[in-house]
């Protein structure tokens, strides 16, 4: 009578336990879901807020470059020492001396000679010599401005004609060498201002970068 009673209870152990189990494993399973959109979530943190400070650091790399260099201070003009004047012998003239003949009044008066030049024909004449615009300093080039210039002049390049001389393997390895500022010689387009300055073809440039 007892073994025909405990028969039907002894048939729910199994499906109790088996049902727990399922259940470890759907909690354990909604962990590592959680786990793995944290680690996801992180990650695209961490790459939004690299990607903020690169665009950072080239705002600022953009907003040092524009900014106007301090002009030169003005070197003091010194001031000449008055000359003092040393008092020396009156001369005299001796008693006996004859005096010069006044000159006659039909006496002709020489004409002053001309001068060679005069000032206004100087002014009119015009320079000498033309400027070689290759000779232009590297600040006339759009985007370019002073850190970027003494970064140039610290490898040797401070004139628009040593730049547009680069060839396209020296300009990709200059590039390379301008620390923050990497990227710029090929985006604003240095070496084809250059050689356009170089050239002395203003007509040019301005027409494809805007006025001087």
């Known amino acids: ?7 039907p209870g002894a048939s729910l152990l199994p499906d109790s336990t088996g049902l727990i189990t399922s259940m470890h494993l759907v909690v354990i399973g909604l962990f590592a879901l959680l786990a793995l959109a944290i680690i996801v979530v992180g990650m695209r943190k961490k790459r939004n807020r690299k ?4 665009a950072f650091d080239e705002r600022v790399a953009e907003a040092e470059d524009a900014a106007p260099a301090a ?7 010194p001031t000449p020492e008055p000359r ?3 008092p020396g012998p009156i001369p005299t003239a001796p008693v006996d001396a004859p005096l010069a003949p006044a000159p006659l009044a039909d006496e002709p008066i020489v004409a002053a000679a001309p001068l060679d030049a005069s000032p206004a024909a100087e002014a009119n004449a015009g320079p000498a010599s033309g400027h070689d615009p290759a000779d232009a300093p ?8 002073p ?21 396209d393997a020296e300009a990709v390895r200059l ?3 301008l620390g923050s500022f990497t990227g710029r010689l090929t985006r604003d387009r240095w070496i084809e201002q250059a050689r356009l300055l170089a050239a002395g073809d203003r007509a040019g440039f301005e027409a494809a970068f805007g006025r001087l």
């Open 1 to 7: 009578m007892n073994e025909t009673a405990s028969a």
């Open 51 to 54: 990607k903020a400070e690169h």
């Open 71 to 77: 002009p030169p201070a003005p070197t003091p003009t």
């Open 84 to 86: 003092v004047a040393v």
């Open 138 to 145: 590297l600040t006339q080039l759009k985007g370019l401005g």
């Open 147 to 167: 850190k970027v210039a003494q970064l140039l002049a610290n490898r040797g390049i401070t004139r628009v004609g040593q730049l547009a001389a680069l060839s």
């Open 175 to 177: 590039d390379a060498e």
